[in-house]
């Protein structure tokens, strides 16, 4: 069957009542994650899968629901970003760069539109990327044994962060510990007890939706606590600005495609990259658009064109990141670790066997994302004056509801008080090692994957009969090992460059 | 504080980690590997990076003030107490509860909370439990 044979069986899945309702909500509520500074795709996420499991929706509905959510935010970030200068979620922080300028000159109607005419072609572009890559990427991973993802799955760790990778250290030491709590239970392969210290409770190991909402939402709130100035009024000067104009001209609307399709292009390819991810996508495309159109100054003053890049930029680099996502089984990104551990809590093993076994859920998943699409341009043009509203609700109120649906959510999968307490646990480890600069994302992505990597590892080594340099043996595996070390070398080369002009950024930006 | 202190607390788990996974029992059924080995990886690594960060130590870390920790303990606490009361007392009074004291000890004032907590906890029962018909706890009385 060709791309658009599959993509017409995609739409039958897409266009039923139950999973058009589930985009909808989806977009709707990825557009108000997106929205909320403090809340982002990955926390939507993760505050929503144990609900859906709970729920007993399947794996296309979850998917459609949960990618849309994904989506959604990546179009919300940018409205708290064009009008308040704060960045909704971390990658909206370029389009607060040309946005807020706009805003200030009286044109953030304007600067709405055209960002959500850019997230448009950054989406859509990268969804119909998706759709011919990832094929085509299964193919190469079919080839792949156990071997092989061992080496993949050491790849995702070593180039977590890309080059904007505060510390190697660090990351290896999050990662790590997100792999140790994945050794906890009953050991797959023999089925022994291990590190389960004689708890019952321990047996199962640790579900990786209990560390995944405890560090994204629970930590959130701490930090919510720590940061909350005393007796604050929360400032409101958001109340005046005004939306007019929503509508520019058709001339400026052809004004910024150029931009837009160059950071389209630019943030599939960050996204496809491991370890990239959204925010770097949007960083790469507004300073190579920068370097491209900057002739006469204008931006950081409000150019479009600056506002158009970074957004194209982000939202294509969210469709990128889906790729090594759904055809290798490996996440590249926080939010992608988040959708890929909603897929093995449904037992369906992401990776080549996804396409041949569920086409229904991949296929079905793209025809909803280019139908969500449409949703969310809607959403955020003619409607994009009530999600402003959003930005009025307090996070006193707002973070109350996150904690409450966590609680409800993991409550839901299992029924049991210990798994709560285990949240709240994790919640506070998130929190502390947010206070010494650790990443929580290769903690998330080590004990979703944990049980993979050692399984695969095990499965090669018992094929070699205990041999090592099997893991070396074939010339992918050497492809990939060698990939791995590049990942850990360049940060060390062009790391302190490109952290630099991002930090310089960040700082302008405060 | 820096994170050397957060590298003395994770030398010591990792040493821990790899003592408790060396106490494994094994099984008759067995592969090349065994299930000792993937574990001692990961202790080695996080052993490794626990030093590194002793040797090295890059943020100062800036704990909240007294009171402020204080709150945050609090509040951990109504966590703590919200899951172990849950199946006793039922979804909408444990909800009531935390989510009235949440929002209080997040700046809101006290009538306010009271009353978005009520609000709250019956527009969730009645989202997830009446419309979505997922389980919550269900508790003595029943809802």
Not at chain 1, 5 to 32: D, N, P, Q, R, W
Not at chain 1, 351 to 380: H, K, M, R, Y
Request: hydrophobic share 50%; proline share 5%; charged share 10%.
């Amino acid at each position: 069957m060709n791309t658009f044979e599959l993509l017409l069986g995609g739409m039958k899945v897409a266009f039923t009542y139950e999973h058009i309702l589930l985009a909808l909500v989806g977009c709707l509520l990825g557009s108000i994650f997106g929205a909320l500074p403090g809340l982002g795709p990955a926390n939507g996420v993760a505050i929503l899968i144990p609900i859906s499991f709970s729920l007993g929706l399947d794996a296309a509905s979850s998917m459609i629901l949960l990618a849309s959510v994904y989506y959604g935010a990546m179009y919300g970030g940018r409205i708290s970003s064009i009008l308040i200068n704060i960045p909704g979620d971390e990658p909206a922080l370029m389009t607060t760069l040309d946005g807020y300028p706009m805003t200030k000159q009286g044109r953030a109607g304007e600067a709405l539109t055209l960002t959500a005419i850019a997230s448009f072609i950054g989406a859509v572009i990268s969804t119909i990327g998706l759709m011919f890559l990832a094929p085509q990427l299964v193919k190469i991973a079919l080839l792949f044994g156990p071997a092989e993802y061992f080496a993949l799955f050491v790849m995702a760790f070593a180039t977590l962060g890309g080059v904007s990778s505060n510390n190697k250290a660090k990351t290896a030491f999050a990662a790590c510990l997100g792999l140790a709590v994945s050794t906890i239970g009953i050991d797959g392969q023999t089925g022994v007890p291990r590190l389960s210290f004689g708890n019952v409770h321990f047996y199962d190991g640790i579900d990786f939706l209990v560390v995944i909402v405890g560090m994204f939402a629970l930590s959130e709130v701490l930090i919510f606590i720590e940061e909350k100035k005393d007796n604050s009024n929360e400032s409101n000067d958001f109340n005046k600005i005004k939306i007019d104009k929503i509508y520019p001209s058709f001339k400026t609307i052809i004004n910024i495609i150029p931009a837009s399709l160059r950071g389209s292009a630019l943030g599939f390819f960050a996204g496809i990259l491991p370890g990239a991810g959204a925010s770097l996508g949007s960083f790469i495309s507004y300073t190579f658009e920068k370097k491209l159109s900057n002739k006469n100054d204008t931006f950081g003053k409000g150019d479009i064109r600056g506002v158009a890049a970074p957004e194209a930029g982000n939202n294509a680099a969210a469709g990128g990141a889906m790729v090594p996502m759904l055809s290798l089984g490996v996440p590249g990104s926080g939010t992608t670790a988040v959708l890929l551990a909603m897929l093995m809590t449904l037992n369906i093993t992401p990776g080549p066997l996804l396409f041949q076994n569920n086409p229904d859920v991949v296929w079905g998943l793209i025809a909803a994302l280019f139908f969500g699409n449409f949703v969310l341009l809607f959403l955020n043009v003619p409607l994009v004056k009530y999600f402003t509203y959003v930005l009025l609700l307090p996070s006193r109120y707002l973070m109350p509801i996150v904690v409450m649906i966590s609680f409800v959510g993991i409550y839901g999968i299992s029924g049991s008080s210990f798994d709560l307490l285990l949240m709240i646990f994790f919640g506070v480890l998130g929190w502390i090692l947010r206070k010494f600069d650790i990443p929580l994302v290769p903690v998330i992505m080590g004990s979703i994957l944990g049980s993979l990597m050692e399984t695969n590892l095990r499965r090669a080594l018992t094929i070699s009969d205990g041999d090592l340099t099997y893991l070396f043996s074939s010339w992918t595996s050497i492809v990939i090992w060698s990939i791995t070390l590049l990942g850990l070398i360049l940060p060390l080369i062009y790391g302190d460059r490109v952290k630099k002009s991002i930090n310089k950024y960040k700082k302008t930006n405060k | 504080m820096t994170d050397r202190s957060l590298g003395i607390v994770f030398l010591c788990i990792s040493v821990l980690y790899i003592y408790f996974a060396s106490q494994t029992e094994l099984s008759f059924i067995s592969d090349p590997f065994g299930p000792k080995k993937f574990p001692y990886l990961i202790g080695i690594i996080l052993l490794i990076t626990s030093i590194f960060m002793i040797l090295k130590p890059q943020v100062q870390v800036i704990w909240p003030n007294s009171k402020k920790t204080m709150e945050i303990i609090l509040m951990i606490f109504i966590f703590i107490l919200y899951a172990q009361l849950l199946p006793t007392l039922g979804f909408i009074i444990c909800t009531f509860f935390a989510s009235t004291l949440i929002t209080w000890r997040l700046g809101t004032p006290f009538t306010k909370s009271i009353i978005f907590g009520l609000s709250l906890s019956l527009s969730m029962y009645l989202l997830f439990s009446v419309v979505l018909g997922l389980s919550l706890a269900r508790g003595l009385f029943g809802f």
